[in-house]
C-alpha cells in the first residue's frame, strides 16, 4: 500500500463515526465514553457480543471473532468489495476520492502480488491443518487432539473417503507454531482472515477448505468439536471473513466440484455439512451459501448453468425466511429457460443432514421428487398470511404477488402466464374454502339434528349421504358428468386434476368405501364385461347420469391408468411421511416399496 493511499485511508477513517455506521444496520448501546455493544450483524446472537469502539474506530464481536473499521464493516454488511466500499463511505460523507484508488497501475500491480501472496498462505494453512488431523502421519504434533476430531467427524457418519475428499483439517495451537516459521506470517494472516488481533480464529476447530470456482482455496469454515466446547456455547459455525480473495456474495460451497457434474438440476442447502453428507450419500449437485443468504449473484451464477435449481433450505423460521428471501430474487431473473423448486422438510426433520443420517438418502430423493415449482411454493406460503375469503385480505395478496413476483419478471409474457397462475390458483382456493366451510356447516348441523333426537343415529349415515349430496358443488359435479361423457378429455395433463375432482366427491368419511370398491375393481377387472356393467350402476347409483355402456368401458379404461397414477402418488406420499416418522419399523417400509414397485409395474 504506498503512502498517499494510506494517507487518504488514514483520513477517511478519522472522519466517520464507526457507530453511525453500524446502528444504520444493527442496534447498538452506550455503555461508557465511546465504547458500544449489541447483537451481532454477522452471526445468530442471543446475547449482546458485538463491542464498538468508535473512538479508535473499530468493532469485535466476542461470538464468531468477526472484526474491522468502518471500510470492512461496510464490506461485509452490504457484501461488496474494499473499493464499492470505500466509493459509499465517500460519498455519505462528501469525501472526494483520489483518482489513484479508480485507476492506478502500480495499485493493481501490487494488489495482484498481494492476492498472490494470501492464496498462498490459505494453501500453507490448508496443508498444515490436514497434516495435524491425519492420524496415520508420524510427526503429527496434536495426535490427541486430532483423535478426538477423527472421532466426531465419524460420530456425524463421514467416512475416510469423504474426509479426504473435502480435506477437512484440524487448527489447534500447534499450528501457531508452525505457522510462525513462515515471514511477514503476522500480516498475511491477518489480510488472509486467519488472524484476528494476532489470535488464530479457527484454534479449537475442524476446518473445510472454501474454494472458488477455480478450485483455489479462498477461505475456512470451522467447526467445533468437543462437548466442552458445546457447553461453553461457543458458536458451532464460523466462516473466514470478506478478504481480498473470498467474497461471501459470491462464492457457493461445492460450486466448484458440481459445475463439471452431469446432473440435469442443482441442489442448493443451507450448510456445508449438508452437502458434505449428501455428496457421501450420492448426490454430489449440492452446493450451499457461505454464512450468508443467497444472494442475486448466486443465483445468477448457479442460472448460467442452464440446469434446474433446487432450494432445500432448514426445517425453521429462519430456513422459511430464507427461502422465501430465494424466490423473490428467483423472479428477478426468471425465463423460458430457467427453473426453480422448493423442498420442504416434514415432521420435525430439520436439514438434509439429518434425514439422510435416519432415513437414508431414498427418503431425500423422494422429497426431491415431491418438490414445489416457485409460483406454487410462493403462493401456498403467502397464502397462510392471508385470508382471502376477506376482500381486504384478498388484496393485499394480490398486491404483494404483483411487487414481489410479476412486476420483477422481465419477460412480459412470462409475467402474463405467472399472472394468469396466481389469479386462477387464488379462485381456486377461494372455491376449496367456501366448500368446506359449506360441508362443516352442514356437518354440523345433521351432528346438532343428531343430538336434539331431530335424526336417530341409526339414520346417520342415509341423511349424511343425502346432506352430502346437497352440499356437492354443482359445478364438481358436471365437471365429472361431461368427463364421463367424454372419455377423450381425459389426458395425461390433466389426469392428477381429474382425480382431484374424484377424490373431492369420493375420498371423505362418507363415500371412501365406494371409491375404493370402484378404483380397486377397475384395476384388477377392466376386461370383465360383467364387472363393467356392475360398475356402471355403481356410477349411475352415484350420479344420476345417463350413461351408454360403450361409452362408459372407453372412459373406465382411460380412468384406470389415472388411479394407477394416483396409488403411485399415495404410496409415495406414505413413504415420505413414514420415512419421517421414527416409530416406524422396517416391515412397514418394505410393504410400502413391494406396493409401490408391483403397481407400478402393471399393465
Known amino acids: 500500500m504506498n503512502d498517499e493511499f494510506k494517507k487518504f485511508i488514514d483520513n477517511l477513517k478519522s472522519r466517520i463515526s464507526i457507530a453511525e455506521v453500524i446502528k444504520e444496520h444493527t442496534p447498538i448501546k452506550q455503555k461508557y465514553g465511546g465504547r458500544y455493544a449489541g447483537k451481532c450483524p454477522f452471526h445468530k446472537d ?24 468502518a471500510i470492512s464493516f461496510t464490506q461485509k454488511i452490504h457484501n461488496i468489495s474494499f473499493n464499492e466500499a470505500l466509493q459509499k463511505l465517500a460519498e455519505k460523507y ?23 501472496k494470501v492464496i498462498d498462505t490459505l494453501q500453507t494453512v490448508l496443508n498444515i491443518s490436514k497434516s495435524h488431523l491425519n492420524l496415520n502421519n508420524l510427526k503429527n504434533t496434536d495426535f490427541k487432539n486430532a483423535k478426538i476430531a477423527m472421532s466426531y467427524l465419524k460420530s456425524r457418519g463421514f467416512n475416510e473417503e469423504t474426509i479426504n475428499f473435502f480435506e477437512f483439517g484440524l487448527c489447534e495451537k500447534k499450528m501457531d507454531e508452525v505457522l510462525n516459521e513462515y515471514k511477514n506470517h503476522e500480516l498475511l494472516l491477518e489480510d488472509s482472515g486467519i488472524y484476528v488481533n494476532n489470535y488464530n480464529r ?22 467445533i468439536y ?66 450468508t443468504n443467497i444472494t442475486e449473484p448466486h443465483i445468477q451464477t448457479l442460472a448460467k448453468t442452464k440446469r434446474k435449481m433446487l432450494f432445500c433450505f432448514d426445517n425453521d423460521n429462519a430456513g422459511i425466511t430464507a427461502s422465501i428471501r430465494a ?9 423460458e429457460n430457467t427453473y426453480f423448486g422448493f423442498i420442504t422438510l416434514q415432521n420435525g426433520i430439520k436439514d438434509p443432514d439429518e434425514l439422510i443420517t435416519k432415513f437414508g438418502l431414498e427418503s431425500f ?6 418438490h414445489k415449482t416457485i409460483q406454487q411454493a410462493y403462493l401456498d406460503h403467502l397464502l397462510k398470511s392471508f385470508n382471502i375469503l376477506e376482500p381486504e385480505n384478498k388484496t393485499k395478496l394480490q398486491k404483494t404477488i404483483q411487487n414481489q413476483c410479476v412486476s420483477q419478471i422481465q419477460n412480459k409474457t412470462l409475467a402474463k402466464n405467472y399472472n394468469d397462475f396466481f389469479n ?24 346438532s339434528n343428531i343430538n336434539k333426537g331431530i335424526i336417530s343415529s341409526d339414520n346417520k349415515s342415509t341423511n349424511n349421504i343425502q346432506q352430502s349430496k346437497i352440499i356437492i358443488n354443482k359445478i364438481e359435479n358436471n365437471i365429472i358428468k361431461i368427463l364421463v361423457s367424454n372419455a377423450n378429455l381425459i389426458t395425461n395433463q390433466n389426469c392428477d386434476d381429474i382425480m382431484e375432482l374424484i377424490n373431492i366427491n369420493f375420498c371423505n368419511n362418507l363415500y371412501s368405501d365406494k371409491y375404493y ?38 372412459m373406465i379404461a382411460n380412468i384406470k391408468q389415472l388411479i394407477k397414477q394416483h396409488q403411485i402418488k399415495n404410496l409415495e406420499s406414505q413413504i415420505l411421511q413414514h420415512s419421517t416418522n421414527s416409530d416406524t419399523n422396517d416391515s412397514v417400509f418394505e410393504s410400502l416399496y413391494n406396493d409401490l414397485s408391483r403397481i407400478k409395474s402393471s399393465n
Open 46 to 69: 442471543d446475547t449482546p457480543s458485538f463491542s464498538v469502539d468508535d473512538v479508535n474506530g473499530f468493532f469485535y464481536c466476542f461470538g464468531c471473532l468477526e472484526k474491522g473499521d
Open 94 to 116: 462528501n469525501i472526494t476520492i483520489p483518482s489513484f484508488t479508480k485507476d492506478n497501475s502500480s495499485f493493481s500491480e501490487e494488489q495482484k502480488s498481494h492476492k498472490s
Open 202 to 223: 479457527f484454534n479449537g476447530r475442524i476446518i473445510i477448505p472454501i474454494k472458488n470456482k477455480d478450485s483455489v482455496c479462498v477461505g475456512f469454515g470451522g467447526r
Open 226 to 291: 468437543k462437548p466442552e466446547q458445546e457447553q461453553a456455547k461457543l458458536a458451532k459455525y464460523i466462516n473466514s471473513p470478506e478478504t481480498i480473495v473470498f467474497k461471501k456474495n459470491e462464492i457457493l460451497f461445492n460450486y466448484h466440484n458440481v459445475k463439471n457434474t452431469k446432473n440435469d438440476y442443482i441442489l442448493v442447502v443451507e450448510g456445508y455439512f449438508d452437502v458434505i453428507k449428501l455428496w457421501q450419500a450420492g448426490l454430489q449437485n449440492a452446493v450451499a451459501p457461505m454464512g
Open 327 to 335: 424466490m423473490t430474487m428467483c423472479f428477478k431473473v426468471l425465463d
Open 365 to 370: 430423493l423422494v422429497n426431491i421428487k415431491n
Open 424 to 447: 386462477y390458483s387464488i379462485k381456486q382456493e377461494e372455491f376449496r374454502l367456501k366448500y368446506n366451510n359449506k360441508k362443516n356447516k352442514n356437518h354440523h348441523i345433521i351432528e
Open 517 to 554: 370398491t370402484i378404483s380397486n375393481a377397475i384395476i384388477q377387472n377392466i376386461e370383465n364385461k360383467e364387472f363393467l356393467n356392475q360398475v356402471h350402476s355403481l356410477f349411475l347409483e352415484f350420479y344420476d347420469i345417463d350413461l351408454k355402456v360403450n361409452d362408459f368401458s372407453t
